[in-house]
Structure formats: C-alpha cells, structure tokens
C-alpha cells in the first residue's frame, strides 16, 4: 500500500517507506529519523511498540498498523505544514524556496561531510611539511609583529636584549625555511628572481609567494628590531616612528613586486604552450596581469610619496610650551603622569610632553583631553607594526 507512489513530494515518499525500513532494520531507523523534522515522529512511534526479538510475521503486522497511524499522523503535520507554508508563500515566496534550497545544500553537507573529513586528512597527510611551514611563518609573523609594538610603545623601558632576540628568532626561521627547501632556492624570490621549481603546478607557485612573501616582511621586521636597538640619545621617539614608517611604507611596495617573475613565468608557461595559441593566449594574460601590477604600483606610490615627505619635514604637533604655561598645568603631563619633557601646547591649549603625545598621534586625530581635532591624518605604522596582508598575486 505505501509505496504507491502518491503525487506529493519526495519527502513523504521516503516516509511512507520508512515503517518497513525501520522494521527492517531497528538501529537504522533512528539515524534517518534525525535527518528531518518530519522524519522524527516516525521512530518515536514506532519506538513505542515492542522492540527486537520479535518474528517476522509480527513485524510486518506492526509494520502496516503503524504506516496506518504514520499516515494518520503524517496528515495532520501535513496539513498544519501546507497552512504554515501558504502564508508564507503569500508573504514571500522567494524566501521559501531559498529557504528549502538551503536546507537541500545542509543535507548534502551533512551526508557527504564524512567523505569531506576523510579527504581533508588525506591532503593534510599529503601536505603536512608545506602545512606545518604555512601555519610556523604565520605565528612567528603573530609573535614578532606583536613583539616589536610593545617594544616601540615601552619606548625607553624596552629591553635591548628582547629586541636581539626577535631578530635573531626572524633570521633563524627564515633560513630554517630556506634549508628546508634548498633545492627550489627560494631565496631567488628576495631578489625578484624565479626559484628552481616546476612551474606547471599551481598550487606549487602560490605556496612559494606566500612563503616568501613571509620572508620578506621578516627582512622589513629585522629592520625594525635594528631601528630599536639604535640607542635612545642617537636616535629620538619621532625620528624612530618615522623609520618605522618609511620601512613598512618601502617593504610593502616591495612584497607588491616581488611575486611578479613568478607569476608572470606561470602565466606564459601554458601546458598548451606548443600551439601558438596557448603561447598568445598565455603571454595575454600575463601582460594584463603586469598591467595590473602596475597599476597597483601607481597608487602605492603615490602612498609612498607621501611617507618620504612626511619624513623629511619632520613635522611636529602643536608649538613648544612656555614656563608659565606649564605652570598653569600643573607641571603635570597628563598622558605619563610625570614632570613635563620638551611639553609642547596644542591648539586647544592643552600641554603634552613631545614624545606622549607623538605616541598619541600614532592613533588618534584628536587632543586625549578635549577631544579637539588636531591633525587631519594618522600616520600608520609609526607604532612598528607590519601589515598581515597576505600578497599571493
Ligand atoms: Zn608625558
Ligand atoms: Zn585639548
């Protein structure tokens, strides 16, 4: 009786199944009944009779008294799904369906999410050496970024010996990861120049952009640990912020052009490169790819510009602060808590030591008391922080 076939959906199709199934097999029942709200009233009834251990001929009589009661019940859901499901539809129809369409790909996801585990640990296992490279330069970068602003905002209480530290620790890894893999030279791509490696594969050409697109912030990064290892009279707060700068501002320009050789090499060599259109097609693309590139180069250097006038005016906030005025504070620097050094008096009258309020402005536009806006622009990486953009292209 059940599996004529009724002109509903497949839904009730599979319910109209599902007594001999689960008769057929009692552990089984249970996980398809997971799978849909609908489904889960079937075992729950037929949960309720005798379990197992029963014979043949008395399962297959529950099985068509219950199909009876499942169809019973089934009605009632049935209907109370299609009133819920016409107003719906009337309020908006569009939404329904993407709704049952999403609820379509979660199915797929949840039957094929096994084969999906078992091929993502056979890729790891593949790769566990370019996996295990991947996720060492990304914490490292984490660490040593994260290192090198806390050092920059201690300021005169930063420690020298944590800053040999760092960049000793970017200079072992680096050449950990050039050691490993000696025989592609990845040290060719520093110097915007193709590693020995086969071309032909993808996947090999985006891994050695992104690891040497890790190296060279960690060449940037080591600058700026020797910036910090510059002893305190050499060198004033401002002047460092602005190297800090200057490096991020050149080492970005930098990781925009060191992946074009290998890229613009991918892009000609076409595995059809025999044919003289595979070879157009791929010389094509790589000139628009270079057309990109520059493009690209356009706007950071307009960027760049910017940066190398910024430090070479040696510009200063605010004026420098008389006796009295500082008297008038106080003799108190707000920001540091302690007797003023070379205060300077911003426009809101407000007095800061030169270097707390430097600091300020590495991050903020506004006086830290009055909220005044004092400058127009922040300038970005004075603190010694390193982008994290990944440059793979
Ligand atoms: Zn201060
Ligand atoms: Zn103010």
């Known amino acids: 009786m059940q599996p004529k076939p009724s002109p509903q959906e497949g839904n009730e199709l599979s319910l109209n199944l599902q007594p001999e199934l689960l008769d057929g097999m009692p552990g089984a029942g249970t996980s398809n009944g997971l799978e849909t709200g609908e489904d889960v009233r079937v075992p729950m009834t037929s949960s309720s009779g005798p379990t197992g251990g029963r014979g043949a001929t008395s399962r297959r009589v529950r099985a068509?008294?219950?199909?009876?009661?499942?169809?019973?019940?089934?009605?009632?859901?049935?209907?109370?799904?299609?009133?819920d499901s016409g107003e719906t539809d009337l309020e908006s129809g569009e939404s329904s369906s993407s709704l049952s369409e999403l609820r379509y790909i979660l199915r797929w996801v949840k039957k094929s999410l096994p084969f999906i585990i078992i091929l993502c640990a056979k890729l790891v296992i593949q790769h566990a050496l370019g996996l295990a490279v991947a996720v060492g330069l990304f914490t490292t970068f984490m660490y040593v970024n994260k290192s090198i602003q806390t050092q920059v905002f201690l300021h005169d209480r930063r420690t020298k010996l944590h800053c040999a530290w760092l960049m000793l620790f970017l200079m072992s890894s680096s050449l950990l990861v050039f050691y490993t893999f000696?025989?592609?030279?990845?040290?060719?791509?520093?110097?915007?120049?193709?590693?020995?490696?086969?071309?032909?594969?993808?996947?090999?050409?985006?891994?050695?952009?992104?690891?040497?697109?890790?190296?060279?912030?960690?060449?940037?990064?080591?600058?700026?640990?020797?910036?910090?290892?510059?002893?305190?009279?050499?060198?004033?707060?401002?002047?460092?912020?602005?190297?800090?700068?200057?490096?991020?501002?050149?080492?970005?320009?930098?990781?925009?052009?060191?992946?074009?050789?290998?890229?613009?090499?991918?892009?000609?060599s076409?595995?059809?490169?025999?044919?003289?259109v595979g070879l157009t097609l791929g010389i094509l693309l790589a000139l628009i790819y270079l057309i990109m590139k520059l493009l690209?180069?356009?706007?950071?250097?307009?960027?760049?510009?910017?940066?190398?006038?910024?430090?070479?005016?040696?510009?200063?906030?605010?004026?420098?602060?008389?006796?009295a005025q500082c008297r008038d504070a106080g003799d108190i620097c707000p920001i540091c808590q302690a007797d003023f050094k070379q205060p300077r008096v911003l426009v809101c009258q407000h007095i800061f030591c030169e270097e707390c309020i430097a600091q300020w402005f590495n991050q903020e536009k506004t006086c830290p008391l009055c909220r005044t806006v004092i400058t127009d622009k922040v300038h970005k990486w004075k603190d010694g922080a390193t982008s994290a953009y990944l440059q793979i292209y």
């Open 270 to 276: 076409y595995d059809e490169m025999d044919t003289s």
């Open 296 to 323: 690209g180069l356009y706007g950071q250097w307009g960027s760049l510009q910017k940066t190398f006038r910024s430090f070479f005016s040696y510009e200063l906030n605010g004026a420098p602060a008389s006796l």
């Open 64 to 83: 068509a008294s219950h199909s009876h009661s499942h169809s019973h019940v089934h009605g009632h859901t049935r209907g109370n799904q299609e009133s």
């Open 182 to 268: 000696y025989t592609q030279s990845l040290y060719r791509c520093l110097i915007i120049a193709n590693p020995t490696i086969d071309f032909q594969n993808f996947w090999e050409v985006l891994w050695s952009v992104g690891v040497s697109n890790f190296i060279v912030k960690f060449v940037f990064m080591g600058l700026k640990c020797l910036i910090l290892l510059v002893p305190s009279p050499l060198m004033a707060y401002r002047r460092r912020g602005q190297w800090y700068m200057l490096i991020e501002e050149v080492g970005q320009v930098y990781q925009v052009i060191a992946p074009v050789p290998l890229w613009f090499r991918y892009l000609v």
